[in-house]
């Protein structure tokens, strides 16, 4: 099985089945046969040497990225390759490599390199590139998504294990939807944008893309530094607790007319799908107002925004537009008549749609929404390179002109065998809170990771009977899917039990007691649960409860909640029924 996860790359490391040198040469060579148009540059074997070298004097349980290989968006600095930014014309130097980029590799992880990427960082497409479109890791003919295009696939690939991106319009989010990877957009300012080619300077976020949200954690505590040298840096206010489970989380869901899905009916059932998973994880699902959201998202580019990217590199424009993609020179060149009338004007706007968007927020823990609405081939987006790209920033346009934070999640594979992704957002500095809500979503929906077509653990199931209020949409059930439970069947034991209501409350519970004299059969559903979610699962049964042998009426026997005969004492005895729904319902 291939390493997958930082911790079991640095448990490899430890137990010597792998060392450094033998890793990193191995994914270095990967990354020189690429086929999806994913890397600018690479470093050299020389410069690899180097990096292992730093590790000397420091053992794996030093250093939390011992030895951890990852990709670097080409607008960010990288000492050692030159920064293009996408236009060859562009290209420099840096003397230094970006704040972000030294904390990690200061944390003990390797670059391999710079990635492909929408010129200037302007596109969700990943398309917009004189290096050639980078490819969609499961089907090269579709798009990858923009504009950090190729930082999303050479992690869905497994070239490395995680890849900086950046995101002022979606671009920390699109790819990752795409890839079946999660994307993490922190709160802008938290991560420090100081060696980075800026698209709108008071807008972007350096963003991380990795295969699992406790990869994220594990780069968030790294690389969420507040730096002196950048005036837009903030420190991170960790005011949101991390979640332990998702069941009574208020999550709000777009009105349905709010929703779009340009045509694409398989991401529509998909999305529907994740939302009554949701559900059945436990979720209160909230009816939300999106349009003061979608309001304010028209101002990133009909406003004066797109004056920012012209600010960036004003220089090199006004002298070098020619050498810029044509969608690049009209988008950034239709930024020249605007005034700063027409800024104040917007930026007034803007913070009327804030105060309306905040209080909207106050009414839930986090909104749920598609990270996109559609997908497109290659060849479609050529063919309508601006509207296209637009339907893409649908669900994503508004998050950092509105200062949230937000995290892209794989949700489930279609028929077309192309992944489909939703977003969680909430307020600024609620990134942690994100990452654990989506860690227990990855541990509930145990989804391939990236492009590999392996699990996060490869894991056997455990059959689980219930009788009471772990049944399917009943109070505790929800307890049972976050484990990854799936329902397997609707059956019966044999008829050899006795059936109590037991004292005590909310949630109400039911007592199976084995007796073969007196017995009936009882209404029972049998779950799979992965074999090392068990213990979870009898952590949350009280006493008199436990899981012993239970026959089922075609002679079976399977694991479930049994009762302590002691334990009806007092207890309303309900054999009759024959069923718990039918007590509850009687």
């Known amino acids: 099985m291939a390493l997958l996860t930082i911790e079991q790359l640095l448990a490899a490391y430890r137990e010597g089945s792998v060392t450094p040198f033998e890793l990193l040469s191995e994914k270095l060579k990967s990354a020189r046969n690429d086929q999806h148009n994913a890397w600018i540059s690479l470093i050299s074997d020389e410069q690899l040497a180097l990096y292992i070298k730093g590790l000397e004097g420091f053992n794996v349980d030093d250093l939390p990225l011992y030895g ?19 236009c060859v014309e562009y290209t420099y130097q840096p003397q230094q490599s970006a704040f972000v980029v030294e904390l990690l590799i200061s944390a003990g992880a390797i670059p391999l390199g710079k990635t492909n990427l929408d010129q200037f960082a302007t596109g969700l497409v990943g398309t917009r590139s004189p290096f050639g479109a980078a490819k969609n890791s499961f089907n090269p003919q579709y798009i990858s998504g923009g504009s950090s295009s190729g930082s999303a696939v050479t992690v869905a690939t497994n070239q490395v294990f995680f890849s900086l991106g950046t995101d002022t319009a979606g671009s920390g989010r699109v790819p990752a939807g ?20 800026p698209a709108c300077r008071t807008l972007d976020c350096i963003t991380f ?57 398989e991401y ?24 003061p959201f979608l309001d304010a998202a028209k101002l990133l580019y009909q406003g004066p925004w797109v004056a920012e990217r012209y600010a960036a590199i004003q220089g090199f424009f006004d002298e070098n537009s020619s050498a810029c993609l044509p969608v690049i020179e009209t988008i950034i060149g239709g930024a020249k008549s605007l005034s700063a009338a027409d800024t104040f004007k917007a930026m007034y706007k803007l913070q009327e749609y804030k105060v309306v968007c905040d209080n909207l927020l106050e009414q839930v823990d986090v909104v749920l929404t598609p990270t996109t609405g559609s997908i497109y081939t290659i060849d479609e987006v050529n063919a309508d390179p601006i509207s296209l790209n637009s339907n893409l920033g649908y669900y994503t346009n508004f998050m950092n002109l509105l200062d949230y934070s937000a995290i ?43 492009a590999t077509g392996q699990t996060l653990e490869p894991h056997t199931m455990m059959e689980i009977m219930v009788c009471g209020a772990h049944m399917e949409g009943l109070p505790l059930n929800p307890q049972l899917v976050e484990l990854g439970g799936v329902l397997k069947a609707k059956t019966r034991t044999s008829e050899n039990y006795r059936f109590y209501a037991l004292a005590g409350g909310p949630p109400y519970r039911p007592g199976l007691v084995r007796d073969t004299d007196s017995g009936q059969s009882i209404e029972v559903e049998v779950w799979h649960i992965p074999t090392q979610s068990v213990g979870s699962l009898l952590a949350q049964i009280p006493h008199p409860l436990g899981l012993g042998s239970v026959e089922l009426e075609d002679g079976r026997w399977v694991k479930g909640f049994i009762c302590e005969p002691i334990a009806t004492k007092g207890a309303e005895e309900i054999t009759h029924l024959k069923s718990w729904r039918n007590y509850i319902n009687k």
């Not at 951890?68 to 996408?86: C, M, Q, R, W, Y």
């Not at 922190?186 to 980075?196: C, E, F, N, V």
């Not at 206010?237 to 991390?242: E, M, Q």
């Not at 332990?244 to 777009?254: A, R, T």
């Open 68 to 86: 951890v290989p990852f990709a670097i968006k080409d607008n960010i600095d990288l000492e050692g390759l030159n920064t293009t930014a996408g």
């Open 178 to 197: 795409f890839n079946n990877i999660l994307g993490l957009k922190p709160t802008k300012g938290t991560l420090s944008s100081t060696g980075l080619v």
């Open 209 to 265: 893309f990795a295969r699992t949200a406790d990869d994220l954690e594990i780069l968030q505590k790294v690389a969420a530094v507040y730096d002196d040298n950048d005036c837009y840096s903030r420190a991170y206010l960790n005011s949101r607790a991390p979640v332990e489970c998702l069941s009574g989380l208020k999550v709000g869901v777009p009105k349905a007319e709010q929703l779009a899905f340009f045509g694409n009916q």
């Open 268 to 291: 529509q059932v998909q999305f529907e799908q994740c939302v009554k998973k949701w559900q059945q994880l436990g979720a209160e699902l909230i009816e939300f107002d999106l349009s």
């Open 408 to 450: 892209a999640v794989p949700a489930s594979f279609g028929p077309s065998g192309l992944p489909f992704g939703f977003t969680l957002f909430a307020p600024a500095f609620s990134d942690r809170f994100l990452v654990s809500i989506a860690n227990r979503w990855q541990k509930a929906q145990p989804l391939p990771l990236g």
